[in-house]
């Protein structure tokens, strides 16, 4: 009887479809952000001079109005 019931619920759950889309959705996150860390990685510095160079022109600016 326990047998019998395992394989139902081994059938029902094989069957049951409902859940690959989230499985699909899960997986393209994890490829973006892995994607987005390799950029991160590769362009990390030079990303980081440029916001560094615009800090340093916004505080001009606001050293300037005071």
Not at 1 to 11: E, K, L, T
């Amino acid at each position: 009887m326990r047998n019998q019931r395992v394989a139902a619920f081994s059938r029902r759950l094989i069957a049951d479809r409902r859940g690959a889309n989230l499985v699909e959705y899960i997986i393209l996150v994890g490829v973006i952000a892995l994607i987005a860390i390799a950029g991160f990685k590769l362009f990390g510095n030079q990303v980081r001079a440029k916001v560094d160079e615009q800090t340093g022109s916004v505080q001009g600016i606001n050293g300037a109005a005071k």
